[in-house]
């Protein structure tokens, strides 16, 4: 028996934006279809969609630490309480889940785009190829997402029976939503990003559109959970060959100069955005401070005391959402040149190319970094420089929630698994290696769609 997913709102935002438009051939009451090129291209163009990404795991990682802040405590409610402390249900029957809606939605605007765009007229064909692909790309990225989130960490021996996902290719509003193997999904993402890339060009129209750089920085992130760490460094390296600029945090320090919007970063290789969950300023956690020496700009821009935000707290809270006003209570999530840099490098080291990886992360670090402040960083082994270049991960991408997926992947070597400790209205939670790593199912989903296996938590 088929079920009704719950992206049928998307189906509004179509309508609502047909208004504006010359839309045609009406198939059903109250639906129309889209027709032009230039039609599934406007798709592409709405930030508001093609931007969305994952919030929640801002809480859940080991970022973020409120203590025993009772005013702190006192703001999270209706579930971000249970994303915080790892429960074993985060809603109940009657709340949404706002991030596996909104990334399901736009899974479905990209089927729509991958099911119609190729018979769309008025467009080339190497227009309409074009789109097609950056379709693909946006439904690869978000899977990715959704698949790290809602399943188990990739594991080659178990991947082809873990539940993974519905993994839904065509824009049918009417379909079955068992879950397909992680690793079907993966191979999905993977087919994808591999059949886009010849169809795209080196670098997007903007930084919302992502060009072959883009594609190929995707790529190396999904090799990079899958802990296929020499795919993943060679696939970061191609995707710096078309875009590799880094900002200099010294000019937005000393030199005057406003910092970049989201969609104006050079760094940013395909927009991605996560909201700060509730607008909830949320304090950092000591061992993450501990690793900034307080002259690392990073530590200078992205981080004031907690006596800066209210309600107040002890310690140091993320600034990140706040550097640009346009871009306020919301972080950029999505791949770019310092995480392909920290990709190619981690590969590197586990390969045991020390000084490859080393020269990578240091060319990263003098761009943080006053001249005059800055020292390279040394190790004598390649498994030092592993742990240097993780601790360059930290530093690099704090406050954005992608924290937690490099917990997942890292929770399965026990060398570099860590155990997080919280308490919370008085009680104690640990989260150790398992499946409280794994996001549940919304119940609501469930309930609507019986076929739906939840997570074993």
């Known amino acids: ?22 839309y045609v051939e009406v198939t059903q009451p109250n639906q129309r279809t889209f ?35 009772t005013s702190m405590q006192n703001l999270l409610t209706n579930g971000y309480d249970n994303i915080y402390t790892w429960a ?114 080196d670098v997007g129209a903007n930084r919302l559109h992502p060009g072959k750089g883009g594609a190929y920085a995707v790529l190396a992130r999904t090799y990079l959970y899958m802990q296929r760490y020499t795919d993943a460094a060679d696939n970061a390296a191609k995707s710096l060959t078309y875009q590799h600029t880094l900002l200099n945090l010294d000019d937005y320090v000393t030199g005057g100069k406003a910092f970049p919007r989201r969609l104006d970063n050079v760094e940013v290789m395909m927009s991605k955005k996560a909201m700060k969950p509730g607008f909830i300023d949320l304090p950092l956690s000591t061992d993450l401070v501990k690793l900034f020496d307080t002259r690392d700009l990073r530590y200078v821009l992205f981080t004031r005391n907690g006596t800066s935000f209210f309600p107040a707290f002890d310690g ?7 550097m640009f006003g346009g871009d306020n209570n919301t972080v950029t999530v999505g791949v770019g040149v310092p995480e392909m840099m920290l990709i190619q490098a981690e ?44 601790e360059e991960r930290r530093r690099e991408l704090f406050g954005t929630g992608l924290r937690w997926f490099d917990q997942r992947r890292l929770s399965v070597e026990p060398a570099l698994a860590v155990t997080v400790t919280r308490t919370f209205k008085g009680n104690t939670y640990t989260l150790t290696s398992g499946d409280r790593y794994v996001y549940p199912i919304p119940p609501r989903n469930i309930d609507l769609n019986p076929e739906l296996i939840q997570n074993a938590r």
Not at 127 to 140: F, I, M, N, S
């Open 1 to 22: 028996m088929t079920k009704k997913l719950l992206y049928i709102s998307l189906l509004a935002l179509l309508l609502g934006a047909a208004s504006c438009r010359k």
């Open 35 to 69: 027709k032009y090129t230039s039609d599934f291209q406007a798709l592409l163009n709405d930030v508001n969609v093609m931007e969305t990404s994952a919030s929640l795991p801002m809480l859940s990682s080991d970022d973020i630490n409120i203590g025993t802040n």
């Open 88 to 201: 074993a249900t985060y809603y109940t029957s009657d709340q949404s889940d706002a991030g596996w809606d909104q990334l399901y939605n736009l899974v479905y605007v990209c089927n729509q785009i991958t099911a119609n765009v190729m018979t769309s007229t008025e467009g080339t064909d190497q227009q309409k190829k074009q789109v097609y692909a950056e379709a693909q790309v946006q439904r690869a990225a978000t899977y990715l997402t959704l698949v790290n989130l809602y399943a188990r960490v990739y594991n080659e021996a178990n991947a082809a029976s873990d539940p993974g996902l519905p993994l839904l290719l065509s824009p049918d509003l009417f379909v079955n939503l068992t879950r397909s193997s992680v690793k079907a999904v993966y191979d999905q993402i993977i087919k994808d990003l591999t059949d886009a890339i010849p169809n795209l060009p």
């Open 316 to 322: 140091r809270g993320s600034y990140r959402d706040r």
């Open 347 to 390: 590969g590197l080291a586990r390969s045991g190319d020390k000084d490859g990886a080393l020269a990578l992360i240091n060319t990263l670090r003098q761009n943080r970094f006053k001249a005059a402040d800055y020292a390279p960083l040394t190790a004598a082994t390649a498994d030092a420089v592993l742990h240097l270049v993780l």
